[in-house]
């Protein structure tokens, strides 16, 4: 796919942040709208995060043009955010690959490039590294400068917070700035606070504070009556003084779609002493008005007209998992009114928009706070009510301690309905579900189920809800396979597997070593299709903690080699209790585990990173193969 530069005269001679530097600022405002409309025009042909990257145009260029790239350190909260910085920074003619296999990373990541200071792709990470880069500037002496852009989603986060406080505290010299596109204050944006965060921003004022704070310094009650003069100065013209109080020198809020005042306002932040906070106000989907109305809808899209107003709705016929648990939600609160859902900024992903319109009072939006999620899921155990915790395998690693310390030991029931479990995809490392297995198996108090298809899903989302103690359901990212469902009252045994197909005992193949395939969770589809083409038993084991060790000790009297199979990491994973199961009863046995090998999962779609990682049918085939052959 190919984008005709000479529609972009300006941003087509940008191929380095030092380009745009060496033109004049007038040209900034053109050159902010070629960008916008080539990302507009690249991303509705490739597909990918789209409304993010439209509120942040105007700051991308801004922080590029005022700082010394990649020298100077620029740090994107998540990243969703980041592909006018990707534009910018010498991949603008790669912009089409994004997410796709062997394309661009979906978010900024070190290993891409020079510019990508830190990788990210969860929230909430830039201040804490922010300050640990200021730190290393300081002590390294050449007057490298350093700026993370953090979103009002991403400041939700206990994390961020702990940063502030910290860079308060300890007066490195850094900038945050908050792109804040939810906030309603949009009517303090305007000339007046424009001028006014220039006023505060610039030498004049802030040389006569530092200078009078020197004066006043020996006379504290002056010194004191000064500060309260400047403290409720500034708090009339702006909307907190929270951030001078953790100890940053506020600035804002200002038009983060105004270039030129960005430019002017970061210009005379640049140079300023110590932790500085600027407050950027933005519209997220900025420039095209289908996005600006329904940003959330427009987060990431596939490929689209940008000349229709809708996007093109999923040919998918059959529902998600995320939909699948959804409705199991409001299907269980109709009849159950203790049951409360709790989510960490997760709605729409989780599938649990329609359960908060019609249970407002039993749906809890913590915002991006895994680990108060998890506490605050026992706290409502403890206090009678029956919670579910919806979060994507990735966004549970946050929550580990908590889920340990305050559900485990105490072993209380709450289930976890663990969405995006297995491989994720298109958004690479960050959120490859494939460590779960492995960081929970070994908690005590802990039953961990895994669905092969959405009846098994709602069976085993019933059974844990109806548990007395912390409970797993892990699902992954995608479609069910049409299965009818049960009703929400249907539950199943605990720690018991399911024959799914036994070996045949066919003649020509008496002499062929005895195979039985153990699959967990919906790896299922290509454990049945490698099993008839090797003539094995094939097993659903269903729970991976308990293990069905009756079903396991059968399997190894009557056969010669076992395989386990699951998409998780090999490590510490399913498989691994099989293995520690097996040798704990000193049972001689050969056994093969295959899941994901040491190594973190790159992007690419699911059927292209399950090819590779050989966990499709083939692939699974191919490895017990070469393994008989040993």
Not at 213 to 223: A, G, S, T, V
Request: negative net charge.
């Amino acid at each position: 796919m190919t984008t005709n530069l000479a529609d972009y005269p300006l941003l087509s001679q940008i191929n380095i942040p030092e380009e745009l530097r060496n033109m004049p600022q007038d040209k900034l405002t053109r050159v902010s709208n070629e960008l916008r409309s080539f990302l507009l025009s690249s991303v509705s042909k490739s597909s990918g995060h789209f409304a993010s990257g439209l509120g942040t145009i105007e700051l991308t260029v801004a922080l590029h043009y005022v700082y010394n790239t990649p020298f100077d350190h620029l740090i994107w909260d998540v990243g969703h955010q980041a592909y006018p910085h990707k534009i910018l920074t010498g991949r603008r003619d790669k912009l089409h690959t994004i997410r796709q296999k062997d394309g661009l990373h979906p978010f900024p990541w070190r290993e891409e490039s020079e510019y990508d200071t830190l990788s990210v792709g969860h929230s909430s990470t830039s201040i804490s590294a922010a300050l640990g880069l200021a730190v290393a500037a300081e002590k390294e002496g050449k007057n490298r400068k350093t700026v993370a852009v953090i979103g009002d989603g991403a400041m939700t986060a206990g994390m961020a917070f702990e940063a502030l406080n910290h860079a308060g505290d300890i007066k490195k010299d850094m900038l945050v700035i908050l792109n804040d596109n939810d906030m309603s204050i949009s009517e303090n944006v305007g000339a007046l606070n424009n001028h006014l965060a220039k006023l505060l921003s610039g030498s004049i004022f802030t040389g006569f504070r530092e200078s009078s704070k020197k004066i006043l310094n020996n006379i504290p009650p002056i010194k004191e009556l000064a500060s309260r003069a400047e403290e409720h100065l500034k708090g009339m013209v702006v909307p907190s003084t929270f951030f001078e109080e953790l100890g940053f020198n506020y600035i804002g809020p200002i038009d983060g779609h105004d270039v030129n005042g960005l430019v002017n306002t970061i210009k005379n932040m640049r140079n300023l002493k110590g932790p500085q906070f600027l407050h950027v106000v933005t519209t997220k989907g900025k420039g095209y008005q289908a996005a600006e109305q329904d940003p959330i809808k427009y987060h990431a899209v596939p490929k689209f007209n940008p000349a229709e107003t809708s996007l093109p709705k999923s040919k998918a016929i059959l529902p998600t998992y995320s939909k699948i648990f959804g409705d199991w939600l409001c299907k269980t609160a109709e009849i159950d009114k203790k049951l409360v859902a709790v989510t960490p900024a997760m709605a729409e992903g989780s599938g649990m928009v329609e359960f908060s319109r019609r249970f407002p009072d039993q749906y809890f939006d913590v915002a991006i706070a895994e680990q108060h999620a998890v506490t605050y899921a026992a706290g409502l155990a403890i206090g009678g009510q029956k919670p579910v915790v919806a979060i994507y395998s990735s966004f549970l690693q946050r929550g580990y301690d908590q889920f340990i310390h305050d559900v485990a030991i105490q072993n209380l029931p709450v289930m976890f309905a663990v969405d995006r479990a297995g491989i994720v995809g298109a958004d690479g490392a960050t959120h490859q579900g494939v460590f779960d297995l492995s960081f929970l198996r070994c908690i005590p108090n802990t039953v961990i189920m895994a669905p092969s298809n959405e009846r098994e899903c709602q069976l085993m989302l019933n059974t844990g809800f109806k548990l007395n103690g912390p409970s797993i359901v892990r699902y992954p990212r995608g479609n069910g396979t049409g299965e009818t469902l049960p009703s929400v009252d249907e539950t199943i045994e605990i720690g018991k597997s399911v024959i799914i197909s036994q070996k045949q005992n066919i003649e020509a193949e008496k002499q062929s070593k005895t195979i039985a395939l153990l699959s967990f969770g919906t790896m299922l589809g290509e454990a049945k299709k490698a099993a008839k083409s090797l003539n094995a038993t094939l097993v659903d084991m269903r729970f991976v903690k308990p293990l069905d060790t009756a079903m396991i000790s059968d399997l190894a009297s009557n056969h010669e080699i076992l395989v386990t199979i699951e998409d998780n990491a090999i490590a510490g994973g399913a498989g691994s209790g099989v293995n520690e199961y097996l040798l704990a009863q000193g049972k001689p046995v050969c056994i093969l585990n295959i899941g994901v090998d040491d190594q973190f999962v790159k992007h690419g779609t699911q059927e292209e990173v399950h090819q590779e990682l050989g966990l499709d049918s083939l692939g699974i085939i191919n490895k017990i193969k070469r393994f008989i052959e040993l």
